[in-house]
């Protein structure tokens, strides 16, 4: 079993920045697959950024650039920083591992991103 617990989010101007984080615990060993999701009121979750074998990274289209996902195996955290925030970032942003067969979701952050 792995547990995810997200931490970082909050209000920020557009244009400021975040650093979310995903503290990961339990069996992490063999943990293929990183990534940072996000689900906006009344949207589907997105895809923001992923990173899987510990080097391939995707990003979305909407915040290539923008986002960068690292992770640290050392203290099993992965990260996600976000520059140049806009408004339509905000939503709940989630972070998820797959190991084998399962996947494993924490309880998200709010990202609100307004003047």
């Known amino acids: 079993q792995v547990r995810l617990v997200e931490s970082g989010g909050g209000l920020v101007q557009p244009g400021g920045s975040l650093r979310l984080s995903c503290a990961a615990s339990?069996?992490?060993?063999?943990?293929?697959?990183m990534a940072w999701y996000r689900q906006a009121p009344g949207k589907q979750r997105e895809l923001v950024a992923r990173?899987?074998?510990?080097?391939?990274?995707n990003y979305a289209d909407s915040v290539e650039g923008r986002f960068t996902i690292s992770s640290d195996n050392t203290k099993n955290m992965v990260y996600l920083e976000m520059n140049s925030l806009k408004p339509e970032d905000t939503a709940v942003y989630s972070c998820?591992?797959?190991?084998?067969?399962?996947?494993?979701w924490g309880q998200g952050t709010q990202v609100t991103v307004s003047s």
């Open positions: 339990g069996s992490i060993s063999g943990i293929s697959y």
């Open positions: 998820n591992m797959v190991k084998g067969f399962n996947s494993y």
């Open positions: 990173r899987s074998g510990g080097v391939s990274t």
